[in-house]
């Protein structure tokens, strides 16, 4: 590493009290993502490539993918989580930036720490931090200055009526020389509202001991500057969720009524795809370009060929190919494998079925661990029969080969294999295996008894 490296804390730890939540608040999700991942963000792609998050240990490391972590046991303040931040970092020489910010910011943008770390390095200032406007500034920290010089922050539940006025609060991002922060943290007192160590009275405890400290204001206002409750949440999702729609129609994507429709961040959707209203695309899902999606589908974790339509549907971690229809209505579970030109239907469930071109299973169908050969039409209300009762939880699998036609209504009692252009009769029960070119009829003969209304009514 070199004198020049730049290197950021993240404050995550603490529980987070005011979400009401089981989830420690930094795993809260927006978009799909857990919020803590935004700031961590903005932070690397504003040249700080050396990220330690501090974090409780009820919060998994993995969540930072490879990102450097260092443990608060005890929530004691702010300021106790950068001293946990600073261990991580003792061996990085003095001379780089170090910036600190708390993990409940995903509104925060590179360009608000660039234009900070400008003010810093070319003011030469020991320590500064980034103030901003804010209409509601409840329940943050105001910035106390004595005419235009930066004097303190003060916490709402420290500060008296008049500070209460003050609008200029605490965005909670800051940046020290390294020397200077661990000079600051070791004269920390938690004798406050909250018995906590604040790291904002750091600042304090600089400037009356003749660093300098500087305070620059935010460009932009925001609606929120932190993440403490469920609304905040709310507010974070708004404005991001726009940011990922914006994106996408910028990069040729139609989103018809774009505030009815929920697309996860890292969601991939090619060019003249039509998003029409009320869908949800999750997780890590791909969708190629030409593809019309919605009215109302649920897409999660899919892979979605172009030329694809999905409307009224669920889609689970499945491949689907080009040119394919789902629905509507269908249910299309986890771990399927759909190729091109393959229809799904009308009240068809499939799950960990594999579906060759061309295929069809348009209407009223159970699929299940199945494999479907090409140009195959499964004629309504089939199912197969996977679960094995008497094996205790066992699925068995249904073969179904190219060519094959399937009568509406069959039953197909797995494993089963039904061979290259066989045909089942409509309303069969197939039990036995099915050679090629074969029509199986598995059900009893019809028994047509004349008269015999007639004569249950007495007149015959
Ligand atoms: C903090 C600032 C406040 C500022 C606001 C901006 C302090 C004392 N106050 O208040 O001036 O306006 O942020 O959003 O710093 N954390 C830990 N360990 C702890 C406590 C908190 O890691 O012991 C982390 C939390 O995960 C959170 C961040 O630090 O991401 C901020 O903590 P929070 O309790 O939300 O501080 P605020 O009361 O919002
Ligand atoms: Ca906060």
New binding site residues.
């Given amino acids: 590493m070199t004198n020049k490296e730049k290197v950021a804390i993240v ?4 529980i ?1 009290k005011r979400m009401h939540s089981k989830v420690p ?2 795993l809260h999700k927006i978009c799909g993502r857990e919020m ?1 991942l935004y700031p961590i963000d903005a932070a690397k792609d504003a040249g700080f490539s050396k990220v330690v998050v ?1 974090i409780s240990d009820d919060i998994p490391k993995e969540v930072f993918n490879g990102v450097e972590v260092a443990y ?1 046991k005890v ?7 950068a001293r946990a931040g600073l261990s991580a970092v003792k061996f990085f020489p003095d001379g780089a930036s170090l910036l600190v910010l ?4 995903p509104l925060i943008k590179k360009e608000d720490i660039e234009s900070l770390n400008a003010f810093f390095e070319k003011g030469k200032f020991d320590a500064v931090v980034l103030s901003a406007e804010a209409e509601n500034p409840s ?3 105001r910035v106390v200055r004595d005419g235009d010089a930066f004097v303190k ?1 003060v ?1 709402e539940k420290d500060a008296t009526e008049s500070e209460k006025q003050i609008k200029e ?4 991002i800051y940046i020290f020389k390294k020397s200077v922060l661990e000079e600051a943290l070791l004269h920390l007192s938690n004798d406050n509202a909250q018995g ?1 160590y ?3 009275d750091t600042l304090y405890y600089l400037k009356a001991h003749g660093k300098s400290v500087g305070v620059k204001k935010m460009e932009r206002v925001l609606p929120i ?2 993440v ?1 409750t469920r609304k905040e949440l709310a507010v974070a999702t708004h404005i991001i969720q726009s940011e990922i729609l914006d994106n996408l129609m910028l990069k040729g994507v139609t989103i018809i009524n774009p505030e009815t429709v929920s697309i996860d961040y890292g969601v991939e959707i090619e060019s003249d795809t039509v998003i029409l209203p009320g869908c949800l695309i999750q997780g890590n899902t791909k969708i190629g370009s030409g593809c019309e999606i919605g009215p109302n589908a649920r897409i999660v974790d899919a892979e979605v060929g172009s030329g694809t339509h999905i409307q009224f549907s669920v889609v689970l971690d499945s491949r689907i190919g080009e040119n394919c229809e789902i629905g509507p209505f269908s249910y299309v579970r986890p771990g399927n494998e759909l190729s091109n030109s393959v229809k799904i239907g009308t009240f068809v469930e499939i799950k960990k079925s594999k579906v060759a071109e061309n295929s069809k299973i348009p209407h009223l169908s159970y699929i299940g661990d199945a494999t479907v050969g090409k140009n195959v039409n499964i004629g309504a209300g089939t199912i197969t029969c996977n679960y094995s009762g008497l094996q205790g939880h066992v699925k068995n699998p249904t073969f179904i080969g190219d060519n094959v036609f399937i009568g509406s209504h069959s039953t197909l009692v797995a494993p089963v294999h039904i061979h290259n252009n066989a045909y089942t009769a409509a309303g069969s029960v197939i039990t036995r295996d099915v050679p090629e070119w074969t029509l199986a009829i598995g059900r009893s003969k019809q028994v047509n008894k004349e008269n015999w209304v007639k004569r249950r009514k007495g007149n015959g």
């Fill in positions: 404050l995550a730890a603490g987070g608040k930094v803590v501090v608060q929530p004691l303040g702010t300021g106790d989580a708390t993990g409940d910011n329940g943050l920290g922050i916490e609060v605490n965005t909670g906590e604040y790291l904002t500057y932190g403490n």
